[in-house]
């Protein structure tokens, strides 16, 4: 175990380390940057903050898409004394609109980014209302562009083990984000429990695509390695999603031996396997692949691990571990090279209180779950009913965890803090699970939490977006996601309220998947009628009975009715006119085979989800390179008119 009492602490012992930092841009761009080159560049970016007015206790948003760059000005901030606040730059409005809420909740904020981002952020605060704001914002912006000498060193501040540290605000959530305050203490506490559990070594290589807005991304898989002393490499998250094999090519390319993914990552590689782009590509090296940040399917585990076994990947790789930004990261590790364990159990006995019976695999009523290993030390693990009193193994109930590395609260939010914790200071995850033979199991959200692509959704944030289709009431709409048998991901549902006919309903239904994909940038599986919402005595909607009746098949007529209606939509402008619009119909049918898109549809409407909008813009590029921006999808959001806006480009 390490015992730094500080970050800053970390980095200035181990800056005479010859380790580095390699940031992955392409296949052939990448640049190394050495544990001291990174410490006298934050020294250097320091002096030029404090020469803009910041000192010790303000806060500093990094709202970057560049790693290098995250990386440099956060390492200044924690030098200074400064807290960073690091967001998620995105493609949305929603994602701008979060920032700015976020800015409101600080106390002393600033905001560092650069003027591409800028620009954006300006447009969308003067046609939002946001104008003031939008003031105060640029009076305390620092463009990143404006960073030129940075030869003379900051004054580094006295930092102690109980500062804040930095503060990760929820990674989906958009309407009222919770900032999560972690401090120096929780922070190196956790790490040190990440060393010892994962039994990390100074010999150890890591590469990762996680973004550093995650904290999976930025304590797994930079914090830790630079504590640690460990040759680390990161990978932009867009350039694995436009370019999932290159994950696997450089991880076998750098000899890597530790790596990560979320469940969508395997399910987004497995698309668009190749085994040609990894020929001569040796993964046998490979020791630990942390699988976390969404429910786990043991399923696409399986799957992964057979089609890499022919390049050597052992099945002793996959790492199913448990964590949250509240505990700085991890809950729970398994036995680093043990085989990931899956559980077969009744669906009907999960609920809470209730004794889980186990069942053999091909049982119809099997529902399979990943276990998650067992507490990491200094954080402790109960599970409770719904009285909070504890529960004994294999019963299921709400998890709740305590110790050194858990988050003393949110930020300014004694609501949310009077709703997370106990009178004995135990934080109640929102997740529930049972503990077997000393392990962890999780079984599902108490919270109604969304895992979509990683990132957390809170049911009532897309239901807002939602209730400004058609002026729906609230309370008449409901957002829930769920996961059918033998499914890898969650479907995203929206229940409305309607007893109308169904050629009616499906301009509503249009118009809800736009506003829920423009605004965050997620793809609704299905938008279903309801005639009536279920809901307890008290009001409360009772999400858990429509993904019941989902999951059963209770709306399957309804949506083969709907999808039929828009099929006959889709027949109609589908024939391509120019030979743009023929090249944009077939990337179109290639991203997203599932949806027929016709000239005039509108990929938000459709559901084109963020992913998929990547990868067209990335396709595009490909074969009219430096034409056309990601956001033009956004302003021509057709064929039709995106062919038109190409043609004005190439003429």
Sequence with gaps: MI?????????????????????IEGKAREREVSFTALYERALGILYLLQKKGLRSGDELIIFLNNNEQFIDVFWASLLGGIVPVPVAVGISDEHRHKLFRIFQSLSRPYLYTDSR????????????????LLERVQQHTLLVEHIHDISTAGRPHTVAAGDTAFIQFSSGSTSEPKGVVLTHHNVLTNINAIIVGAQFSDQDVSLSWMPLTHDMGLIGFHLNMLVCGIDHHLMP??????????????????????????????????????????????????????????????????????????????????FTVYGLAEASLAVSFPEPGKMFKTLYLDRNVLKVGEKVRYLKSNDRR??????????VRDCRVKVVNDLSMMLAEDRVGHIYIKGDNVTGGYLNNEQANHMAFDHDGWLDTGDLGFMSGGELVITGRAKDIIFVNGQNYFPHDLESIAQQAGALELGKVVVAGTRIEGADVDDLLVFILFRGAMENFQQIATEVRRLVNERAGLEITHVIPVKRIPKTTSGKVQRHILEEQYRQGDYALIIEELQNLQSVRGDEGSVARTKIEHTLQQICDTVIPSKRVGLQDNLFEIGASSLALVE??????????????????????????LAGHLERRTT
């Design 366 to 375: 099997a529902v399979s779950f990943v276990n998650v290993g067992s507490p």
């Design 616 to 641: 067209i813009h990335e396709a595009i590029e490909q074969i009219f390179p430096g034409k056309v921006d990601i956001s033009d999808l956004f302003e021509h959001p057709t064929i039709g008119e």
């Design 117 to 132: 981002s800028l620009t954006r952020l300006e447009a969308f605060a003067q046609t939002s209302g946001l104008s003031r």
């Design 237 to 318: 998250t867009e350039l694995f999603v436009r370019r999932p094999m290159m994950w696997l090519q450089k991880i076998g390319e750098k000899k890597a031996n530790i790596t990560c993914s979320p469940n969508f990552g395997y399910k987004h590689v497995l698309k668009v396997f190749n085994e040609t782009k990894l020929q001569g590509i040796d993964l046998s090296h490979v020791r630990l692949i942390f699988n976390g940040a969404e429910p786990i399917s043991a399923r696409l585990c399986d799957q992964f691990l057979d089609r890499l076994g022919p390049f050597g990947l052992r099945k002793t790789a996959m």
């Design 3 to 23: 015992k730094f009492t500080t970050l800053v602490e970390a980095l200035e012992h181990n800056a005479s380390m010859e380790r580095s930092i390699t940031y």
